[in-house]
């Protein structure tokens, strides 16, 4: 009960600071769809979809077996985040490079590649505090998280005022967006080095095998960005701007649903880290988890999907009421999504990886086909159909793949102690 109680507080902790930053960043796209119209909040949402997939291709996993390791071995977080930041560097640098090329020959205007452009950069910078975030958590140092993000709220919560009342244009938004995400990195940064992270000398081999052993895990969380962001993609691709920004509309509340789930995998794999050597402590935990997913999650779905409508026209305006079905379809999904979170970071410790790339590849293969027919039938509605039968179908399987390899002393993306003390001698 203990472990139980310490992974609810941490949670407290992530998802308070997260919902903050989630909810400024909601407020950013009812300003630019109520300002900027309908089709600007759609043209928004296709280049911040392609921009967040490439960011997560170029993560390949290495957020999350960072958290996996640190939580392992906590005195090495010198030369695991040396590693991380390198592997990280050097990817990121080629996913914007391959970004540069596709927006080169894609035939945007100046303007739309300046938006393009900084947005693309935000999201980036964006993915480092994640990984920063991601070292605290496996430190067991949550509280710092939601102070940091609090005070990112209230910069965010500024810089929108300051663009709306000014009534300056896009651009400048997104360049104050940017520099309030860069502002994160900084003060995250800083609690990093007060908790002993120190910049160290560490080996191309090391960053090589860093990235070997996240190659699996980065690959199973591209599948799944694959179809977060694969929703708007395909939509944009068979559909008017407006009917994309009607969906956009009704994926902010999904999105935030995800990024809950995805503090929740995070902090869970971190626990389940920690238990990895006590197979006994690790399945009772884990079971208890999933009780608490369902009997939480069920009750919050079916009033998210009643009220769903109030809350898009209360919030968007009545001109978004093509989106009150899709939103409302799209919250009967919570419980999978959480589930499946969950079931995910199971993989991960359990040396299971396999598994779950092969549920999220099926599943990626799935959702996008149901995207392109549905949402060719039915539009946005189609696609949040789509959604909800993914979520649904990759619940089915993980139920039906529940028994998975008992966990060894070296976990997944788990160092051994062996090889924590050969890091820490670099």
């Known amino acids: 009960m203990s472990q139980i109680r310490r992974t609810i507080n941490n ?12 909810v400024a960043n909601a407020s950013v796209a009812v300003l630019i769809g109520r300002v900027y119209g309908v089709a600007m909040l759609g043209i ?46 050097a990817l990121s640098a080629c996913a914007i490079g391959l970004l540069a090329c596709i927006a080169g020959v894609s035939g945007l205007s100046s303007g739309q590649w300046l938006i393009a452009a900084v947005l693309t950069m935000r999201t980036f910078v964006y993915s480092y505090c994640r990984l920063n975030a991601g070292l605290l958590k496996a430190l067991d140092k949550t509280k710092p998280i939601v102070v940091i993000q609090a005070f990112h709220f209230v ?13 300056q244009g896009l651009l400048t938004l997104l360049l104050w967006l940017m520099g309030a995400q860069m502002m994160e990195f900084a003060l995250t940064f800083t609690v990093l080095r007060k908790l002993g992270l120190r910049i160290s000398a560490v080996t191309f081999a090391s960053c090589l095998q860093l990235l070997r052993r996240s190659t699996p895990v980065g690959a199973t969380y591209t599948l799944s960005t694959l179809m977060l962001r694969g929703d708007v993609v395909i939509l944009s691709l068979i559909a008017s701007a407006s009917v994309v920004g009607a969906f956009a509309a009704a994926d902010t509340g999904l999105v935030m649903i995800y990024v809950i789930a995805w503090l929740f995998s995070g902090l869970l794999l971190s626990d389940l880290g920690s238990l990895s050597e006590n197979r006994e402590a690790f399945d009772v935990h884990f079971r208890k988890c999933l009780r608490g997913v369902v009997l939480l999650t069920v009750p919050l779905a079916v009033i998210s999907a009643v009220f769903a409508r109030a809350a898009i026209l209360s919030v968007f305006g009545e001109t978004f009421d093509a989106a009150a ?12 999504i959480f589930l499946n979170a969950a079931f995910l970071s199971r993989t991960v410790v359990r040396n299971a990886s396999r598994i779950s790339l092969g549920i999220y590849s099926f599943t990626a293969v799935l959702s996008l086909l149901l995207n392109y027919f549905l949402g060719r039938w039915q539009g946005a509605t189609g696609v949040a159909c789509s959604i909800l039968i993914r979520e649904a179908v990759m619940t089915i399987l993980f139920v039906r793949l529940w028994k998975l390899p008992a966990p060894a002393t070296s976990v997944g993306p788990v160092m051994a102690n062996a090889e924590c003390a050969t890091l820490l001698n670099t």
Do not use: H, W
């Open 44 to 89: 928004y949402a296709a280049i911040l979809a392609v921009a967040t997939l490439a960011e997560r291709i170029a993560d390949n996993g290495l957020e999350l077996t960072g958290i996996a390791e640190l939580s392992r071995c906590p005195k090495n977080i010198g030369s695991l985040a040396t590693a991380l930041y390198i592997d990280k560097t």
């Open 325 to 336: 079905l899709p939103g409302t379809l799209m919250m009967l999904a919570m419980p999978f």
């Open 11 to 22: 949670l407290a902790n992530v998802i308070g600071g997260e919902i903050l930053l989630r």
């Open 155 to 167: 910069v965010l919560t500024i810089c929108a005022l300051v663009v709306y009342l000014r009534q």
